[in-house]
Structure formats: C-alpha cells, structure tokens
C-alpha cells in the first residue's frame, strides 16, 4: 500500500480508502461480513474509512462504528452529510441548524466522539457558503471533527468555498470528493486543476465507474451489478452514452491483457496516477470484491498505458456526461432560469 499526504494537513493516508456505502441493505451486507471486510481492509495497509449519513439512512455508520470498536485511533475515520434524512423537509442541507444535529447522530451511529473528516455530501445552493463553514469551524473548535472537506463540488464553488473562509476568518475546505474514472475524466478540466491550486487532498469515487471497470462488464454478457438493479438506466446498452462506455470497455481491456494487469488495477491505477489525487475510493460489497481491489493497492501504470487510455477516452471527457452531479441548479429547474 502506498500512502499520500492529505491535502495540507500533514496527515497520512492509504492511497485506498474503504467506502462503505454497500454497508447494510444497499449491498446486502451483514454485520459479520462488514467486520470481516474492515479487518481485510485494515490488513491490506487501508486506514481511511468513508461513509455518510444517507447510506442506509444511518445503518452504514451504525455497520462501521462496530466494526471499528477497539482500534478507533488507528483509522482515519470520515463522514458525510446534507442529503435527505427522511421527509422532513429540513433534515437536509448544509444550514448550521440541519448539521450541528445531524454531526450529533452520526456521532452516536459511529459510537464515537469525533470524526476525522466532515464532509458536504452535496453542494447546497440554499445555504450560503458563511453560514456552512461557520457552523464547521464552530464544530472544529468543539473537537468534533478534525478537518471538513466537500464532495462533488462543482469547480468554481471550490474556489467561492476558499475565498469565504478567508474572507470570513473561517477554516476551509481541505478536501473535495468528486466522482472520477477512465470513463468520467470531466474533473481533470477544472475541478482537478483547482484543488491542485488551493492544496485540496482528493479522494475520488467511483473509480470504477459503477461497475463498468470491474471486468465483470463485456461486450455479450449479460450486465449483472449491484448498481444494475436499482440504476439500470446506467446500463441499458440501448442507450448511445452506454454503447460508448461498452465499446471504451472492450479497449480497455485489451490494453490491461497487454500489461499484464486485471481491468480494476487498471482503473485503480489511472485515478491514482493523477498528480492531484490523493486515495480512490473503492466500496466493496464483498470479501472477493475487496480482495480483487487491494490488488491495486500498488499498481503503477506506465507512460505508454496512460497514452493508450488518453487514446481511447481523451483527457477532460465524460462519456455519460448526464450523470454528473455538479450540474448548476438552474439547468435543471426551469424556475431558477426563468422570470
């Protein structure tokens, strides 16, 4: 395993970091099993962990907080909040209300005092950028988090983000979470290049591109995920952005045969080898899952492999740029753009 430094904060982490969102009744996981993929994961030189509130609406902590009882100190142990938390209409968000609360529930599910990394799930278009990162800082200072990151920010909402906290006195985001794979490389155009700028650590999700990078997915078998159940409009090949994801697949394994490297090394390797990330995040949903994954842990993919993959989804290009989820809120809702 390899370990990078997160960000500026002089904290070391694997360049792995279990994801524990298939935790629970999304991926059908027991509590044996989860014990048993943390200790794998502990094993393998894995030291940050990765959940959120909304997996399993709270069961992914409560699944974790048991898996880690006695070795707390020994993990870098990050959360995530703001998306829906039932029906409630204001138990969502990143308003100093909405998270002072739900930092508290995460806090009992995970059976801890503190959290290592607090991270906004998704940016909030409600709330403004002083009213999060007051509350933030506050929790900070109260020792209930160590550091706070955002996931999924759009480029220039980074940047807003960094220049509230200095305008305001505030601590700052330290990491961006954004969604990055040989198949969705739209980060490296401006997300990418601006947390290199502000010193963002980066862990990036969905190496795998949910599943399309497994190996599992070629061109005459039939598509079976855990993703395809409950996200099969991700891999009806009927449509164009998923013929050209199948297609991009066929190639790229051929250049893993060549190398003599699985299709996940492969996919581990690309998003690992770019200069600003720091850790992919990979969530298993079963001990050979995981096993297959920590395979990767130190994989170095050569010039001419990267070249090959620029050569067959070029620097900068989502192939399903419709699933991207830093879209401006007013290009989805006709009332934000419309008088």
């Known amino acids: 395993m390899q370990y990078r430094t997160l960000g500026r904060t002089g904290v070391q982490v694997s360049t792995l970091v279990l994801g524990a969102m298939n935790f629970g009744s999304l991926g059908r996981t027991t509590q044996d099993e989860v014990n048993a993929m943390v200790d794998a994961a502990l094993e393998g030189g894995i030291n940050l962990i990765d959940t959120a509130d909304m997996y399993g609406q709270g069961e992914s902590e409560e699944m974790v907080g048991k898996a880690i009882v006695g070795r707390r100190d020994d993990i870098v142990l990050a959360t995530k909040a703001s998306m829906p938390m039932g029906d409630e209409r204001n138990h969502q968000g990143s308003s100093r209300r909405w998270l002072v609360t739900e930092l508290d529930n995460s806090l009992r599910r995970l059976g801890v005092d503190h959290v290592d990394l607090y991270q906004i799930h998704r940016w909030d278009p409600r709330t403004s950028d002083e009213e999060t990162l007051s509350a933030l800082t506050d929790l900070q200072r109260a020792g209930k988090i160590r550091y706070f990151g955002s996931s999924t920010f759009p480029a ?45 650590g980066v862990l990036a999700w969905s190496p795998l591109a949910s599943g399309w990078l497994s190996g599992a997915i070629r061109q005459g078998r039939d598509i079976a995920t855990s993703r395809s159940t409950f996200m099969p409009q991700r891999f009806d090949t009927t449509i ?100």
């Open 240 to 339: 164009p952005s998923n013929r050209a994801r199948l297609d991009a697949v066929e190639q790229l394994a051929k250049i893993a045969d060549e190398a003599g490297l699985t299709m996940i090394q492969l996919a581990l390797g690309f998003v690992t080898a770019h200069p600003a990330v720091t850790s992919a995040i990979i969530g298993p949903r079963t001990l050979d899952h995981l096993h297959s994954q920590l395979a990767a842990a130190d994989t170095v993919l050569s010039a001419d492999v990267l070249d090959a993959i620029d050569a067959i989804v070029a620097p900068g290009v989502d192939l399903a740029a419709h699933e991207k989820y830093d879209t401006p809120p007013a290009l989805l809702d006709p009332s934000l753009r419309r008088r």
């Open 156 to 200: 220039y909402r980074v940047v807003q983000a960094q220049w509230a906290a200095r305008d305001n006195h505030l601590s700052r985001y330290v990491t961006e979470q954004p969604s990055y794979s040989i198949l969705q490389r739209g980060v490296e155009t401006h997300v990418l290049p601006v947390t290199e700028q502000y010193g963002l």
